[in-house]
């Protein structure tokens, strides 16, 4: 395959310099940007991104060879469409990206084909295919893809979500996927204009959507902030070998299938928390005190068996807790 270079093709208007990462599709007559036949694909990708675009700071993560391809088109009088296919890549809006090249409007990326982890305002999501995530462009965010992936985004400036009375804010970086009746909605209207077997379909109709897909932003920040107190008291309590959903759910008087629901926000399940905060607390526990046992502090932070507490580190840390210690 061979590598990439970004065609530096002209841009249609300025909305689109906003719109780099908005990951997205477009039919015909659209603008491309490859990274086919140069050998420089990483360097002229960030180039062209950072001045093609909005201020954005791509990473490579990986070794391999790098390529990837841009088609993007508008939509609507303001709004574009945009598709995105290429290689593993850390993508950051930084603090100083926001300062050095603002941007007035909001990224809704729909995840096609591999996963992506995503950041903003503290929350985390992790989009599986068939999901998609907004992200505010005034506030610093993280894209990471750790393979090769596909992704279709639109990019909406913040005055279409002003007319909805739609408030981004507190609803980024949360995840929606076809289980959700608003969300199958919107993604269906997306694969139709895409397909171009909707001419009639409006950036306004897609914010209107959105904003049901997502729900009320009051209501999301109650919700963030309950779980944020479940958080705190899980990590707190991992150690407990006893705790499980129905546990947590009955100390905070509220359904097993709200707490799976609250958690379901942050892109992490329940099990995969409770397991993260018992590896953290025995990785603290495994460096602070190189003379304790390593089985006493695998049964401390909450494992029942010694073989699970190393299977689980070694797949967290990529090394064993004897091969950790023996870095101290």
């Given amino acids: 395959m061979p590598e990439s270079a970004l065609l530096s093709a002209p841009v249609a208007h300025e909305a689109v310099r906003c719109h780099i990462f908005a990951m997205g599709a477009v039919p015909s007559g659209s603008n491309v940007w490859s990274t086919v036949g140069r050998n420089d694909t990483f360097a002229h990708w960030r180039e062209v991104v950072c001045q093609a675009f909005t201020k954005l700071t791509p990473e490579r993560i990986s070794d391999g060879r790098f390529a ?11 709004g574009t469409f945009s598709r995105i296919t290429a ?3 850390l993508v950051q809006r930084r603090r100083r990206d926001v300062e050095d090249r603002p941007c007035d409007a909001v990224f809704v990326n729909i995840q096609v084909s591999g996963t992506s982890a995503v950041r903003q305002c503290g ?3 992790k989009l599986e295919p068939g999901s998609f995530v907004m992200l505010d462009a005034r506030q610093p965010f993280d894209m990471r893809f750790d393979g090769n992936f596909r992704q279709v985004c639109m990019h909406l400036p913040m005055h279409l979500l002003d007319g909805h009375g739609f408030n981004p804010e507190m609803a980024v970086a ?3 996927g076809r289980g959700d009746v608003f969300g199958a909605a919107l993604l269906d209207s997306v694969d139709a204009i895409i397909d171009e077997e909707d001419t009639e379909g409006s950036p306004d109709h897609l914010v209107h959507l959105l904003r049901l897909s997502l729900g009320d932003g009051r209501a999301d920040a109650l919700a ?9 008291f899980v990590a707190g309590n991992c150690s407990d070998p006893a705790m499980s959903p129905g546990t947590v759910a009955a100390h905070f008087r509220i359904s097993t299938r709200h707490l799976h629901k609250l958690f379901a926000r942050s892109g992490i399940s329940f099990g995969q928390f409770l397991l993260r ?8 526990a495994l460096l602070l005190n190189p003379q304790r046992p390593i089985v006493e502090i695998g049964l401390e932070a909450g494992f029942q068996s010694p073989s699970h507490f190393s299977r689980c580190f070694s797949r967290e840390f990529g ?5 950790m210690r023996g870095l101290c």
Wanted: aromatic share 2%; charged share 30%; no cysteine.
């Fill in 68 to 78: 990837g391809e841009i088609r993007l088109s508008p939509f609507g009088q303001t």
């Fill in 87 to 89: 290689s593993p890549q």
């Fill in 123 to 125: 929350v985390e999501a």
């Fill in 174 to 176: 949360r995840p929606v």
């Fill in 224 to 232: 963030d902030r309950h779980l944020r107190h479940i958080k705190r």
């Fill in 277 to 284: 905060s018992r590896l953290r607390k025995a990785r603290i």
């Fill in 319 to 323: 090394m064993t807790p004897s091969a």
